[in-house]
Structure formats: C-alpha cells, structure tokens
C-alpha cells in the first residue's frame, strides 16, 4: 500500500560562501510531497543539514526590494524582510509592498511594514535615507 | 556661493596657480567599499584621511545591490548592499575623514610639479570648483565598470533597449525607471542572474540567460536562488547573434555555438523581447591610474602591486575592482583594509617607510598552467604573503603549485577550482626564502588540472 518514491537530488547550500553541493535522499508520498529526508551529504557543517531540510519542505528566502520615497535626497529605499520568509510568498508580498511609499528621513533598521502577510517578520529599510 | 565668488575674482586675476590645495596623509579616490575600507584603516593607523567621490552618496555600487549575500564572511551574517554600505558610511561618518562627494578626480600629479617630488597631487573638481589634495600616499579605489555590446560585437541593427545589466539595475533600484517588459539577458555572471530576479519580481518577464560558455560564470548560490527559484532558463553554450528591431529591439537571434565558441549554422532562434541585458564582464577602472603612470597587469587590466597592494609607483596603492574583479564584497573590504594600512604605514613612515623594502628580496609573480592571473605581482619582502588567483575554466581536481626556476617549492591538495570564484593562497615566508635560495628572480604560481585515478 505504501507508493512512497525515494529520489536522490543534488543542490548548492547557501547558507555560506563555502556553497556545498549537498546530495539529498528524500521520500515522496503519491502526491510528491516530501514525507522523509532520509539523508544529505556533502555538507561540511551542520548548517548544510538544515538548511536541505528547509529547503525541501518550506524553501526560506530573503525578500529585497524598493519602495517609493516622498521628500528624500534618494527615489527609492531599498527595503528587505528581516528574516527569511517562505519563497512562495515573494509574489503576494511584492504585489503588496509596490503599492507602499515612504517619507524621508528614514534609517537603516526602521520598520516599513510590520508583520508582512502574517510571516511574523517585518519589512525594514536597508540604507538611511536623508530628507533632500 | 563665497568660494564662486573667489574663483571669478581668481578667473580676472588670471592666477590658475591658485587653486585652493589641502594637505593629508593618504588621498583615497573612490567612496566604495574598497575606498571605505581603505580609508578606516588608514585612519586608525593615525592618517589624515581624504575619500574623493563622484556620487553624492558614499556606497558606490552597493547602493544599487539591493539584493542580499553580502557581508557573510565580515559581519559573519547575511546582509543586503546598502546595509553592508551602511554600515561602512555610519564609521567613515564617525570618524574626521575628509569627504569630498560630488566630485570628480581629474588627474594624480598631472598639474605642476610640487616642490616636495615625495607627495602626490589629486586634482579634482568639487561642486564648488577646483581643488588640489596633497598626500604621501594615494589609494586607487575606482572600482570597476562593464562591459557593453561593441566590446563583444553583437551583430545587427542599434536600436534602443541594449543595457549593461548594471545599468538596468540602476534605473530599477535607483533611479525607479522600467528599461522595458520582456528581457533576454546574455552573460550569466553575478549580476545577470541577480537582475534575472529582479525583474521577475518587478512584473519584467525574462525569456532566458543565455551563456556562451558551457558553464555558468556566477556563483552558484545566484543560479539557485535567481534562476532555479523563479523557472527561468539558464542556455549554457548559447549566445545571442543578431539584434533586430528599428527604434526599439523587438528581438534577438540567438544561437548555439560549438567548442571553439562558434556559433552553429542552423541553431538559431529568434526570441521576441524590447529588452537585452548583457552581463558579459567587468573591467577595472583605471585611466587615473594610468595617466599617473602606474603599469597594468594585461590579465587582470589592474595594476600590478607587490604585497603591500603598492603600484609601480612609490606611494601609490590599488585595492578593490579597481586592482582586479572581486566577486564578494567582503574580499575587497579585506584586501582595502591591507592597502589603507599600507598607505597610512607609507606616509607616516617618512623616508624609512619609503626604502623599507630591504636589500635582496625582489621578485616577480606569474601565473601558469589554468591560472589567470596571480597577485600580487611582485614581492620585495620575506613574509608571509597573501597570494590571489582566478582559474580560467571550471575542474574537478587540480592541485596549485608553487615553481621557482626547476623546482616546485610546494603542492596544495586536490580539489575543484571555478572561474567565479576568487581564490587565495597564503604563501609561507619559507617558501619565499627558498626561491631567493635558489637565486631566481621569478616565482611562478600554477594550478594543473590531475587526472583522476
């Protein structure tokens, strides 16, 4: 009864600039979701571990983009999340952060918009940006 | 307004001898990361510091990576470039480093000779007209600049819509200007494949990077998380051939090329797009350095220093883009660190610092075997010495190789080496020491590819 299907896939890790190629052995269920890692290698810290988990589960990136200044010596902030949030938000999220303006002075570090799509992790400016 | 008045009275008097001139240790031209480094450490050593910028802004190019990775190896986390740059700005702003933003350097010692031959003169022009800064030492921190279609010679018509992918990025995360809707981009070096994402995420649809050689040129945490994470095609031996479109491109002909780089009679394929970003390569920027008289390395078009990051030309320093193509910033903020101490040890060291080379070490660094290139390029003193090379094409097993005359002074283990990655190689003083033993004048650094058992 069991249709589990083992694959063995190859990916870089990039938690650090060392990129190892980590080959990973992982179990899918008849819908090709991910019911087991079975192992990884290749890793040369525990961190290559991990992050394969992560990344077959619930791939985590950094979202970085701009949002519109009104009043400042610069255009654009550049902005990012904080932490990590699921890749598979970056689209909702983009749609909702154009749509986002800001007023200069801003610092680095300062909230642009808290709690972004209920991630828990908030949408901070990158760079300061002075009033023109 | 008073200085523009002084220089129209100065203008009627005729007295080009006039121009205002400020005194420092160390003249560091370029705002960047390589320049902010540079000139912290050169403070810190007890310099009287200038940075010269011709942005308004300090940052250089980080301002427009907005894109996470940086600051992985300094910080010891994951920061985006403005927050790498940021953080540089908020210490150079801490600090009573001279900052001359808005203004362009003209020449290094191009007016008239000043009466102490042992200080450089940076000539530059400011919002408020022209300046002279004086200085024992001079860093080089220009940074780099890409390279653009008639450097690769695509054939066909000029229309509108080419960009250096640099350049898009700039009117996307700068100056909030669209380039256009469909993109195909050649070259999938760095900031190919980082603007392959941005414009995803930006509603720019982008067709494919197409790379001619079998190899992707970026690092690999880019292919995954620009192309792989968004579906976008990576054509490895593939380049774009033709051009077509009148006011605006319409679209691009690409085609396979074979082992030699050739493209292939009947490959092609024309892909619709208004858009064509290239990311085929950065060269160093150094008309400065060359109108000053220092000597390039033809391999990297840096110029060639000994291990203290100094030119040819005494008091002189290069670090950073400028001296030879990082591809992690935290690189450059290492090696501008080293040429900023340098610089301060040189100009604070008065004659002593400037003849400490010592007697009996002088020797030249080459490359060979599928090393590129090898820096630095000279070494005058008996130290531990920080070696840096770049291979010219991807293996799985090769080893590096220290030569002097017939003999190999040291072999380093197996393992794969990559293009897009900047490697470096500390070279033991010993091993210096037994080179001069022998009583050659050249040490060749090789990489040689082993065949696997």
């Known amino acids: 009864m069991n249709t589990n299907v083992t694959e063995t896939l190859q990916f870089n890790c990039t938690t650090c600039p060392s990129e190892c190629l980590l080959t990973v052995e992982v179990e899918r269920d008849a819908d090709g979701a991910v019911v087991k890692v079975r192992f990884v290698t290749g890793n040369s810290c525990p961190r290559g571990d991990k992050f394969a988990h992560q990344e077959l589960t619930c791939p985590m990136r950094v979202l970085t983009t701009t949002v519109a200044v009104s009043g400042g010596d610069e255009a654009l902030l550049p902005v990012r999340t904080a932490e990590a949030i699921p890749l598979a938000l970056h689209a909702q999220a983009m749609d909702l952060i154009r749509g986002l303006a800001v007023d200069a002075p801003i610092r680095m570090g300062d909230v642009v918009l808290p709690n972004l799509l209920d991630t828990g992790t908030d949408l901070i400016a990158s760079m300061d940006i002075d009033s023109a | 307004m008073a200085t523009f008045d002084m220089r129209n009275e100065r203008a009627e008097a005729g007295a080009t001898e006039a121009v205002q001139t400020q005194a420092f240790d160390v003249v560091v031209i370029g705002g960047g990361p390589a320049g902010m480094a540079a000139a912290l450490a050169a403070h810190k050593a007890g310099a009287r510091v200038a940075i010269v910028e011709r942005e308004q802004h300090l940052g250089g190019i980080l301002r427009q990576c907005i894109h996470p990775g940086f600051g992985l190896s300094h910080f010891k986390q994951e920061l985006t470039g403005p927050e790498y740059a940021q953080r540089f700005i908020d210490q150079v702003r801490a600090t009573n480093i001279a900052l001359f933003l808005d203004s362009m350097v003209l020449g290094i010692d191009s007016g008239a000779s000043t009466e102490d031959a042992a200080v450089h003169t940076v000539t530059l022009m400011s919002p408020t007209g022209m300046l002279q800064l004086t200085g024992r030492a001079v860093v080089l921190a220009m940074g780099c600049r890409e390279r653009t279609r008639s450097e690769i010679k695509i054939p066909g018509s000029r229309p509108a819509g080419v960009f250096t992918a640099g350049l898009a990025q700039r009117y996307i995360n700068i100056e909030n200007l669209k380039p256009g809707s469909r993109a195909v981009i050649l070259g999938s070096g760095d900031i190919g494949l980082i603007m392959a994402r941005r414009c995803t995420l930006e509603g720019i649809s982008v067709e494919g990077v197409y790379e001619l050689m079998p190899y992707a040129n970026g690092l690999r945490r880019n292919v995954k998380n620009c192309l792989d994470d968004f579906g976008i095609p990576l054509h490895l031996s593939t380049t774009v051939t033709r051009v077509i479109g009148h006011d605006r491109v319409e679209a691009v002909e690409v085609s396979q090329v074979d082992e030699h780089l050739a493209p292939i009679p009947g490959t092609e394929r024309v892909v619709p797009c208004d858009t064509l970003l290239l990311s085929v390569g950065l060269i160093p920027e150094n008309e400065l350095s060359v109108a000053a008289g220092v000597e390039l390395d033809p391999r990297t078009r840096g110029a060639v220093v000994d291990q203290n990051l100094q030119t040819g030309v005494p008091g002189i320093f290069a670090c950073g883009n400028v001296l030879h193509v990082h591809d992690l910033a935290d690189n450059v903020t290492t090696e501008s660190e080293r040429a900023g101490a340098a610089a301060a040890a040189y100009a604070l060291g008065g004659d002593a610092g400037a ?16 090393a590129g290139y090898a820096l630095p390029g000279r070494i005058t003193t008996v130290a531990l010495t920080k070696l840096n090379f770049r291979v010219r094409r991807p293996v799985d097993a090769a080893r590096v190789r220290i030569i002097a005359g017939s003999e190999e002074l040291f072999a380093g283990k197996v393992r794969p080496f990559k293009p897009s990655v900047m ?15 022998l009583g050659v004048s050249e040490i060749v650094l090789s990489v040689d590819p082993v065949e696997e058992a």
Do not use: D, M, N, Y
Not at chain 2, 357 to 367: D, F, I, K, Q
Not at chain 2, 423 to 437: C, H, N, T, Y
């Open chain 2, 355 to 370: 003849s400490a080379a010592g007697p009996g070490c002088e020797l030249t660094v080459s490359p060979a075997g599928i």
């Open chain 2, 423 to 437: 490697e470096s190689f500390p070279l033991p003083a010993k091993v210096i020491q037994r080179a001069l033993g």
